[in-house]
């Protein structure tokens, strides 16, 4: 069975600031991972994905994650925060054998301050 | 290219009333899924279709039915509502095969669904 775990309901940073979002998760086989992220009253929108290969990943907007697999984790970071980076953050685990079946995290909401 | 639609976009049901959220996308996808949302315990998965014409189970299947139409539609039905299925309904869908991790899920916008 897989299961993901976000730290942190919320989190709240001052604009310029480093975004730093905590995943961890729990899989039997090579994981595959996962965030997204959901605007207000909007779907989920790919940020970026470890399948295999280089561990660290980098997605849009100024996102990038690590694949630790020593400590079964997938934070997502960001050097300098802006305004339009709030909202809600899913990281999510899946696996070769899965069929495209996500299994997500609680979520963490990011707010930023000017 | 509109992508993932979901039809409607807000509804609100009596308890034991019933409904069918429509979903279909036009990027010629294989799989679509099924997800709710509901505060603190992020997206869960209802019903998922692999392949037109399978359908299979999720983590959260019960009091709901889905039909796989045709490859672009995945409709998800409540026969009897009940104010525990008062959440944000989101459909999805990805071109399944092998390496499927190299695509992208694509996720609609959503219908919140409110029954009272």
């Known amino acids: 069975a897989q299961s993901v775990t976000q730290l942190g309901s919320h989190v709240s940073v001052s604009e310029g600031a480093l975004v730093l979002l905590r995943c961890n998760y729990s899989?039997?086989?090579?994981?595959?991972l996962f965030w997204y992220v959901q605007y207000p009253n909007q779907g989920l929108q790919l940020l970026l994905k470890?399948?295999?290969?280089?561990?660290l990943v980098k997605g849009i907007n100024g996102f990038e994650a690590e694949f630790k697999k020593s400590e079964t984790s997938f934070h997502l970071t960001k050097p300098s925060a802006h305004m339009s980076d709030a909202a809600e953050y899913f990281c999510a685990v899946s696996s070769y054998n899965q069929g495209g079946k996500l299994i997500f995290g609680q979520g963490t909401e990011l707010s930023v301050k000017p | 290219n509109a992508g993932v639609t979901q039809t409607p976009k807000f509804q609100v049901l009596k308890t034991g009333q019933s409904m069918t959220l429509q979903c279909a996308q036009d990027m010629n996808h294989n799989s679509m899924y099924w997800y709710r949302q509901d505060p603190g315990m992020g997206l869960r998965l209802i019903y998922y279709?692999?392949?037109?014409?399978?359908?299979d189970k999720g983590e959260v299947p019960n009091g709901y039915n889905v039909s796989r139409l045709n490859k672009r539609e995945f409709s998800l039905r409540l026969e009897s509502a009940a104010p525990s299925q008062t959440s944000v309904y989101f459909c999805?869908?990805?071109?399944?095969?092998?390496?499927?991790?190299?695509?992208?899920?694509?996720f609609g916008p959503g219908t919140r669904l409110l029954v009272l």
């Open positions: 279709s692999a392949s037109e014409g399978t359908t």
């Open positions: 999805a869908s990805i071109r399944l095969g092998t390496g499927w991790s190299l695509e992208t899920q694509y």
């Open positions: 899989s039997s086989v090579p994981p595959y």
């Open positions: 470890y399948t295999t290969g280089a561990t």
